[in-house]
């Protein structure tokens, strides 16, 4: 467990992970889940149906767990502005960690991958290692054939926007918070935040304009 965290004991911990096309929201407890549940909507709006599904309170929720990738931008802001305007209404009170769901996807089996791979941005693919077997992993990005070529035995991710042909079925791992121990889990992989972003190994690159600026010859 990670010191930072072991010194913090929530009663109430929210999760909110919105990192794959299944969106998971709860509750959770010591080795396990006291609430738990999934949908299928839009980032927002099944974050808020989940919480309304679960009768969550929100003013006893004394902390937040947010994955912050990878997975849809758009998906991950929406949720991280839901939290942002939790934290403000508890002014100060919240408690944030973040994880990344690369790591949390290495508690779902029994035996942690030496390699997990998840699709990235479109011809790209993140690459997850861990040679010495620590619990938050080191996120390297490869285009998709040399990820796929380097790291043959590597479990996947399930993409549900673009499906690789070449990946096995019994390589794919399907992420499922319900196959995890909850707060033991969630104490291993996270880190404890004053300020929660979204997951993003590179910085955004810009190609810069050159515009094509013809000039009539006089006559």
Known sequence: MRGNIVEHCPSYPLVVDVSSSTIQVGIAETNGWA?????????????????????????????????????????????????????????GELKLFSYNALDMACRMVKQPPKFLQAPFRLGWRLVRSSPDQKAIGRKEIFEIEEALEKFPDSLHLEDSRTKVSTIEPQKLLKYDLNKTKGLEDLYSVSEAKNKLEVFSPLPPKFKKWNPQIKFLSPS
């Open 35 to 91: 609430q738990l549940a999934s949908s299928k909507n839009q980032a927002l709006d099944g974050v808020f149906q989940l919480i309304q599904k679960l009768d969550i309170k929100l003013r006893k929720v004394d902390s937040v767990f947010f994955c912050a990738g990878p997975g849809s931008t758009l998906g991950l802001r929406l949720a991280l502005a839901f939290i942002k305007t939790l934290e403000w209404e508890r002014q």
